[in-house]
């Protein structure tokens, strides 16, 4: 009876081991703690903002994103700057692929759990939209960043599961491009329609974000409409490169009505009477109206190292500086510099003799107020010190006028007779004929070694003139990078315009609508305005975004998909300015020249459209290669 | 432990040693085309021998217009010369669909050899033969025409180019930029100049020693912009 009794007890206890602890692991955060709450909400969201291919101070052609090294920024391989590092193009491919479907899947996986958790926010269905719409802007943001790369890219709408789906159905294949854009508008739709007008937080997207990405993207795909000519099909005959020409309009139009939306709730920054220091401040000024989507930093948690990098030698931290050197071809394009008929800078009088000039400012005394808030001129003022850039001290004679120092055209390098340079920062004070000694080159340059412009000029865009010398580090700059800004959508809208306009559409008057746009930015900029709609041409508008929209990380992507850039960079040297003190005539002049280390670049054809990662395409065979690669 | 030894395998499977070779022919000299080493034109090859889309493989034609490849598996290919200045072997229509298609599917074993005509864009010819003058430049006259009859790919005329080199490879992949010279003609400007001697002169070239000069020109055409050349001439500098 007791062994009975102990068996029976025995099998009792055994029975009930049979139950399955079906209790989920309570070290694993659940989609429930997460969705459940504004906090964890933020939380999610946060991670996928600090993920948005954002091209800003921590972007560059050989790191990709979030890197601290901008030393190769895309603003030296679009013609706007300079710098030692860049002596040959590529084609800026970061290989950005998979970092973009995590994203995408995050914010796929975001709108497809949200709604299931719509109890615990009372199905407040305004306060769920606004999330589900910031879900879709991140997800449209990031299949631009992928269609201005590649093309045509495969479209992923929902989470892929594996492995609940078999590998043939998660090998996708390449949706065409025009489909791309097509979803990206789509997304923003969504967007526009369902988000709220202001953010949640500083920072996030709200309605007006969401048109202006749209305003962008559809102007993309207008381009690409109209002047590409690389066309790729699959197997299918799908359409992976290249939109049909007739469809170019309606993306214009598209681009404009997105434009149209953001009239009356964003203004250009006009804060400040004094149109260079407006314009310098309007890179900071948290409560600037023109600011639309802006990525913070704060020190010590987010940071950039874009001061550091930058500033001028004499200015150096321990190590970098002069990483960004605006072009004198840059410099050219703007108002307020005496030129010569063929738009270059005039440097010499009638007799070809170089102008004199007791002050190296002199020569930029009347500089558009954009330009001086955009560059640093040589003898220029930078955090209190005058920015000193010499190239050398010319011992010649004066009388007469001082003869051009090199021919027309000419790359190598200066000779040495009446000229006394220095080759690095190291240098041998030359005495004057007055008895007063002079370095031979500058504080901040030229010499031939070392880190120094290599144009004349340095960056000022962006530059924290009020950043202490012991602060001037590596990862100690936090500046804001505006992501959107008003002016660029005056600009979207003025050439979406100027499109329309030329391609004889007539419901609106786009000339005069392109007119206003221009104006108003030039008006801002100090620029001199346009006196008549008629003197509008397609380059009058694609200059004027070259100039607003310098150093930003844009020019690069407008010449690709202008398709201008084979021509525009062609075995192509940038030009210089090189400016010299005549010792005995006690005064600069100013050598514009070729830039002397012959550093010759290219645009090859291939590179409108990137290569996708090889790994990608043996993972995924049903991927194809963009041609060329 | 039977099914540990079965896990292991040696590669023994013997390397590629097919060989394809031949020429791409332009078909206005009758003569292997003359393209640059280095972003010239390539071979691309499909191996259709298991898949109907494979991964293609490329390898690049030689600046003579030949083309050899001596590390082939046997198997069966699509193989296509691309990139180049010449009418492309394969087009679509605006729809995908392919209207033209001059590739070759062929078996590859052995020896193998093939050669395509192509249509070059512009047919590019010394006229006389280079003066070395004597202020160590070179003066060149050269002409260029069309090579295509097709208006297609009749494009503009975008520039010519003295292409200056101390070694025999000489073109737009290299080219001494101290020493060539680039002539560009906007618009339709350079078409007016088809059919007519053109003179370009180098800049001074220090001596004494040989150089290798060649005239490329080029067109606005949807490839990749490549230029079709003259052959390559070796100037001495005393």
């Not at chain 1, 508008?185 to 749209?214: F, H, P, W």
């Not at chain 1, 690389?230 to 197997?235: E, G, K």
């Not at chain 1, 809208?493 to 221009?518: H, K, P, S």
């Given at each position: 009876m007791k062994i009975i009794k102990y068996l029976f007890i025995v099998c009792i206890s055994l029975l009930s081991a049979c139950n399955k602890l079906n209790v989920p692991p309570l070290n694993i955060i659940k989609d429930q703690d997460i969705f459940n709450s504004v906090n964890g909400i933020t939380a999610y969201m946060a991670r996928m903002y600090s993920q948005l291919p954002i091209e800003d101070f921590k972007y560059s052609a050989d790191h990709g994103f979030n890197n601290w090294n901008y030393i190769k920024n895309i603003n030296t391989y679009s013609g706007e700057g300079v710098n030692k590092n860049v002596t040959v193009?590529?084609?800026?491919?970061?290989?950005?692929?998979?970092?973009?479907?995590?994203?995408?899947?995050?914010?796929?996986?975001?709108?497809?759990?949200?709604?299931?958790?719509?109890?615990?926010?009372?199905?407040?269905?305004?306060?769920?939209?606004?999330?589900?719409?910031?879900?879709?802007?991140?997800?449209?943001?990031?299949?631009?960043?992928?269609?201005?790369?590649?093309?045509?890219?495969?479209?992923?709408?929902?989470?892929?599961?594996?492995?609940?789906?078999?590998?043939?159905?998660?090998?996708?294949?390449?949706?065409?491009?025009?489909?791309?854009?097509?979803?990206?508008?789509?997304?923003?739709?969504?967007?526009?329609?369902?988000?709220?007008?202001?953010?949640?937080?500083?920072?996030?997207?709200?309605?007006?974000?969401?048109?202006?990405?749209?305003?962008?993207?559809?102007?993309?795909?207008?381009?690409?409409?109209?002047?590409?000519?690389?066309?790729?099909?699959?197997?299918?005959?799908?359409?992976?490169?290249?939109?049909?020409?007739?469809?170019?309009?309606?993306?214009?139009?598209?681009?404009?009505?997105?434009?149209?939306?953001?009239?009356?709730?964003?203004?250009?920054?006009?804060?400040?009477p004094d149109k260079y220091q407006n314009y310098e401040n309007l890179f900071f000024d948290d409560n600037s109206p023109e600011n639309i989507f802006v990525k913070y930093y704060h020190y010590p948690d987010v940071v950039h190292s874009y001061d550091?990098?930058?500033?001028?030698?004499?200015?150096?931290?321990?190590?970098?500086?002069?990483?960004?050197?605006?072009?004198?071809?840059?410099?050219?394009?703007?108002?307020?510099?005496?030129?010569?008929?063929?738009?270059?800078?005039?440097?010499?009088?009638?007799?070809?003799?170089?102008?004199?000039?007791?002050?190296?400012?002199?020569?930029?005394?009347?500089?558009?107020?954009?330009?001086?808030?955009?560059?640093?001129?040589?003898?220029?003022?930078?955090?209190?010190?005058?920015?000193?850039?010499?190239?050398?001290?010319?011992?010649?004679?004066?009388?007469?006028?001082?003869?051009?120092?090199?021919?027309?055209?000419?790359?190598?390098?200066?000779?040495?007779?009446?000229?006394?340079?220095?080759?690095?920062?190291?240098?041998?004070?030359?005495?004057?004929?007055?008895?007063?000694?002079?370095?031979?080159?500058?504080?901040?340059?030229?010499?031939?070694?070392?880190?120094?412009?290599?144009?004349?000029?340095?960056?000022?865009?962006?530059?924290?003139?009020?950043?202490?010398?012991?602060?001037?580090?590596?990862?100690?700059?936090?500046?804001?990078?505006?992501?959107?800004?008003?002016?660029?959508?005056?600009?979207?809208?003025?050439?979406?315009?100027?499109?329309?306009?030329?391609?004889?559409?007539?419901?609106?008057?786009?000339?005069?609508?392109?007119?206003?746009?221009?104006?108003?930015?030039?008006?801002?900029?100090?620029?001199?305005?346009?006196?008549?709609?008629?003197?509008?041409?397609?380059?009058?508008?694609?200059?004027?975004?070259?100039?607003?929209?310098?150093?930003?990380?844009?020019t690069w992507w407008d010449i690709k998909r202008w398709r201008v850039a084979d021509q525009e960079i062609n075995n192509k040297i940038y030009r210089i300015l090189n400016p010299f003190y005549a010792a005995n005539a006690g005064e600069y002049f100013f050598d514009a020249r070729l830039e002397e280390n012959n550093a010759r670049f290219t645009f090859n054809p291939i590179w409108y459209y990137e290569p996708i990662p090889g790994g990608e395409l043996t993972k995924d065979p049903k991927l194809i290669q963009n041609p060329g690669y | 432990m039977f099914t540990a030894n079965s896990c292991f395998k040696t590669d023994d499977y013997g390397a590629p040693s097919e060989t394809l070779t031949g020429s791409i022919i332009d078909s206005v000299t009758g003569l292997p085309i003359q393209t640059e080493q280095g972003n010239g034109i390539r071979i691309r090859l499909d191996e259709l021998s298991w898949s109907s889309n494979p991964v293609p493989q490329y390898f690049w034609v030689m600046q003579n217009g030949n083309f050899n490849d001596t590390k082939l598996f046997t198997g069966y290919y699509r193989i296509t010369p691309v990139d180049g200045p010449f009418v492309p072997l394969i087009q679509q229509d605006s729809n995908g669909d392919t209207i033209v298609n001059n590739s070759r599917m062929m078996e590859i074993n052995g020896v193998t050899k093939v050669n395509f005509m192509v249509e070059p864009f512009l047919n590019v010819q010394w006229v006389g033969e280079p003066v070395v003058n004597a202020d160590s430049t070179v003066t060149v006259n050269f002409k260029f025409t069309r090579g295509t009859t097709n208006p297609d790919w009749q494009f503009n005329v975008t520039d010519v180019y003295l292409f200056v080199s101390e070694v025999p490879y000489v073109g737009n992949s290299n080219f001494d930029s101290r020493y060539s010279t680039q002539v560009t003609y906007s618009g339709t400007a350079g078409n007016a100049l088809l059919g007519q001697t053109i003179t370009i002169n180098t800049k001074v070239m220090p001596g004494s020693r040989n150089y290798y000069i060649r005239v490329g020109a080029r067109t606005a055409d949807n490839v990749q912009k490549r230029y079709n050349y003259t052959d390559v001439k070796m100037v001495a500098i005393p």
């Open positions: 193009l590529t084609n800026g491919n970061t290989g950005y692929w998979a970092d973009a479907y995590t994203l995408i899947r995050e914010a796929n996986y975001f709108i497809q759990t949200l709604p299931k958790y719509s109890a615990d926010y009372n199905n407040n269905q305004t306060q769920l939209n606004q999330w589900i719409g910031e879900a879709r802007f991140i997800r449209a943001f990031t299949y631009f960043a992928l269609v201005k790369r590649y093309g045509g890219v495969p479209i992923i709408d929902s989470v892929q599961y594996y492995p609940g789906e078999s590998l043939n159905e998660l090998q996708v294949s390449r949706n065409s491009e025009e489909e791309v854009y097509d979803y990206i508008a789509q997304d923003c739709d969504s967007a526009i329609k369902y988000m709220n007008a202001t953010s949640e937080q500083k920072g996030r997207a709200n309605k007006y974000v969401a048109a202006a990405l749209k305003s962008t993207a559809m102007l993309f795909a207008g381009s690409i409409a109209k002047y590409n000519q690389i066309q790729l099909f699959d197997n299918s005959g799908k359409h992976l490169l290249g939109i049909p020409a007739n469809k170019a309009d309606s993306f214009f139009k598209a681009s404009y009505e997105a434009s149209l939306l953001l009239e009356g709730h964003y203004s250009l920054y006009r804060a400040n550091a990098l930058e500033v001028p030698f004499q200015q150096t931290g321990p190590g970098y500086s002069s990483y960004l050197n605006p072009t004198l071809n840059f410099v050219e394009l703007f108002d307020g510099l005496p030129k010569n008929a063929d738009g270059t800078l005039k440097t010499k009088d009638a007799n070809g003799k170089y102008i004199l000039y007791q002050h190296r400012m002199d020569l930029f005394a009347n500089a558009e107020p954009r330009l001086r808030a955009t560059v640093i001129f040589p003898g220029d003022e930078f955090r209190g010190q005058q920015i000193d850039v010499r190239r050398g001290i010319y011992t010649g004679p004066v009388a007469g006028g001082i003869s051009s120092l090199i021919p027309d055209g000419y790359t190598g390098p200066y000779s040495a007779a009446n000229l006394v340079t220095s080759s690095s920062s190291k240098q041998t004070p030359y005495t004057l004929p007055d008895g007063t000694k002079m370095n031979p080159a500058g504080l901040s340059g030229v010499f031939t070694s070392g880190v120094y412009t290599r144009t004349g000029f340095y960056i000022r865009k962006y530059m924290d003139s009020t950043k202490t010398q012991a602060d001037m580090l590596l990862h100690h700059s936090d500046q804001h990078w505006i992501v959107f800004r008003y002016a660029e959508i005056l600009l979207n809208r003025a050439e979406a315009d100027y499109e329309l306009y030329a391609d004889g559409q007539t419901d609106v008057n786009y000339l005069q609508d392109a007119f206003n746009c221009i104006n108003d930015i030039r008006d801002r900029a100090g620029a001199t305005l346009l006196a008549d709609p008629n003197e509008l041409t397609i380059d009058t508008i694609r200059i004027e975004r070259k100039k607003e929209l310098a150093f930003e990380n844009d | -």
